[in-house]
């Protein structure tokens, strides 16, 4: 039996004898794994993005939308069950609920806004004063949105800090009026910097008092009611009762759909898992190819040393012993490979970071060992057969440089 | 005992679509010590001959013992091991591996019986003053010359103290004074005691040996003793 210090010796001089051959391998090895790792470190960033946009919502919001899950799409209900509206009223009686927090109606539509000759469409958000801790935003400059404002129709806006800019430049804002549509509006407070949520841009908007906001748009539904759950609060029981309330308020119908923020996460951390594992998948494809040039170039190695095998079984090899010598050194080379690979890999992710701080690029820490493993499993299987063949091969012919 | 003893050996290769009946019946005792050669036309069977006492080849038929050891029920790996430890080969075309410096090439077989770094290259250095290299210890083959090449090959077959010392036309690449210098070499490691086997066409090699063995179609056709 050969030693495991003498195998790797041995290999280690075939590889310096053949660096090219060496160095091509280790190449196709290293892409490979490395692909694999960048790839996946893609899906995973999408997922931590994700998290990390859900994360700032806070921890604890549900969030309501009228109709239910149910009633949308499928057979058309035998009772008239249209979805009905949540007014403002129906919102305001949930922030009563014990166990909730926080509340905020959402009633947004676009609207023209203009001061002076400067004029365009904008995002106006009715809501009320909720909206402003449940979603962390913090006035820069002025005031939230009053209390009073969640029942009267007060004519006030706070404006995100680019929709400022651009209608007041660098003079003051606060207690100037713009027109909102139809409406003349005093500007109370200017948002301080937030940029983007969810994929809404929170500098370029104006949030008005939900009762403005359904005048304004000229309807009584809400678009959503975003809920904070108390520290410690049941989000099950929570749940209940604000269908309990809606039922009491709603002739006994709960036609509402409650999605909580954990689930939402959840399902989008499933997506992305999923998908993360189909690119690592297609990724895997370039370990499979680097497999098959192992082989290939195995098969070449083991014709080009027909010689040297037939000797060393002549001096007292086994066809074991050949086996593993060529088994080891695919195994060898696809380690090191490996190696070179995640190390790279990691190297790009993290120079990528770096550059571009806003997209969490990581790779997920099951990438590297599955890359890895694969790598070697690839190797093996690949150089199976090539270290069969030396190990079956006749001495005698061998040496004589005869092909059977 | 003899050291070896072969029992009516049948051996039968398929060369295309031809049979070659490569030893037909082959009985032969070799004792400790002896000195042979073994002579005869090409195809008479003398290489077949000489990778069935290495135990490279098997026999279709006949029975094989090696220091009463009987070799036919042996797999690869107890095969593998009975040569490593009772059979050092020296080639015509020396077969040396060129990536590795002389003492590595005498190191080989040690290396494959999974013995020490240590003592595998203290053996080599021993093996390798004894055929006179030993101050081209870490030259690598392409830097010597044939004579020398042959003496590496040499030391590498008796490194691991072999009974037998087999020697496929050990002098058919060398030029004269090369030759004579090996074919010493190899005698005088016969007269400490191993048992040596020339397998060669030139006849002033084979007179040489004490007893002397001609071949003809696989078969024993002459087999002189002197003395």
Known sequence: ?404 | MALIELRDLNKTYLMGDERVRALRGLSLDIDGGEYISIMGPSGSGKSTLLNMLGLLDRPDSGTYQLAGTATEGLDEEARAALRRDNIGFIFQAFHLVNRLTARENVELPMMLAGISASERRKAAQEMLAMVGLGERMTHRPNQLSGGQLQRVAIARAIVMKPKILLADEPTGNLDQASGRDIVEVIENLNREGITLVVVTHDSNLGQRARRRIRMVDGTVAADEKEG
């Not at chain 1, 066809?319 to 696809?334: A, N, P, Q, T, Y």
């Open chain 1, 1 to 404: 039996m050969i030693l495991w210090a003498d195998q790797l010796r041995f290999n280690g001089r075939v590889f310096v004898a053949q660096r090219m051959r060496t160095f091509l391998l280790l190449l196709a090895v290293t892409i490979g794994v490395a692909s694999v790792v960048m790839l996946t470190s893609l899906g995973e960033g999408a997922r931590r993005y994700i998290d990390a946009e859900f994360s700032r919502l806070g921890n604890r919001l549900l969030i309501v939308f009228p109709g239910r899950n149910e009633t949308v799409g499928g057979h058309p209900p035998i009772y008239g069950t249209a979805p009905r509206d949540i007014t403002l009223a129906d919102a305001l009686a949930m922030a009563r609920i014990p166990s909730i927090s926080e509340v905020a109606p959402l009633l947004p539509g676009t609207a023209n806004i203009s001061r002076g000759g400067l004029s365009r469409e904008v995002l106006a958000v009715g809501t009320t004063q909720g909206f402003f801790s449940l979603r962390g935003f913090e006035v820069a400059v002025g005031q939230e949105l009053p209390v009073r404002s969640r029942e009267d129709a007060l004519a006030v806006t706070v404006l995100g800090p680019r929709l400022k800019n651009e209608l007041f430049g660098h003079q003051h804002a606060v207690g100037e009026w713009v027109r909102i549509g139809d409406r003349r509006m005093r500007v109370i407070g200017v948002l301080g910097d937030v940029g983007e949520s969810m994929g809404m841009d929170m500098d370029d908007l104006a949030i008005i008092p939900a009762p403005t906001a359904m005048q304004l748009f000229n309807t009584q539904a809400m678009f959503r009611v975003l809920l904070e759950l108390q520290e410690g609060a049941d989000e099950l029981l929570a749940q209940e009762r604000i269908r309990q309330l809606v039922r009491d308020r709603h002739d006994g119908e709960d036609n509402i759909t409650i999605v909580s923020q954990d689930s939402l996460l959840a399902a989008f951390d499933n997506i992305l898992f999923t998908l993360t594992l189909a690119i690592a998948a297609i990724a895997a494809i370039s370990l499979l190819v680097a497999g098959i040039l192992i082989m290939n170039i195995s098969l070449i190695s083991v014709s080009q040393r027909r010689a040297e095998i037939g000797l060393l079984k002549a001096i007292g090899a086994s066809g074991k012993d050949v086996r593993g010598l060529f088994l080891g050194e695919s195994l060898i080379l696809v380690g090191v490979g490996s190696l070179c690979g995640v190390v790279f890999a990691y190297g790009v992710v993290f120079a990528l970071r770096a550059l571009w701080p806003a997209f969490p690029l990581m790779p997920p820490v099951w990438a590297a060992p599955a890359a890895v493993a694969t790598a070697v499993v690839s190797g093996l299987l690949f150089s199976w057969l090539p270290a069969k063949k030396a190990a079956a091969l006749d001495p005698v012919l061998a040496m004589k440089g005869i092909a059977e």
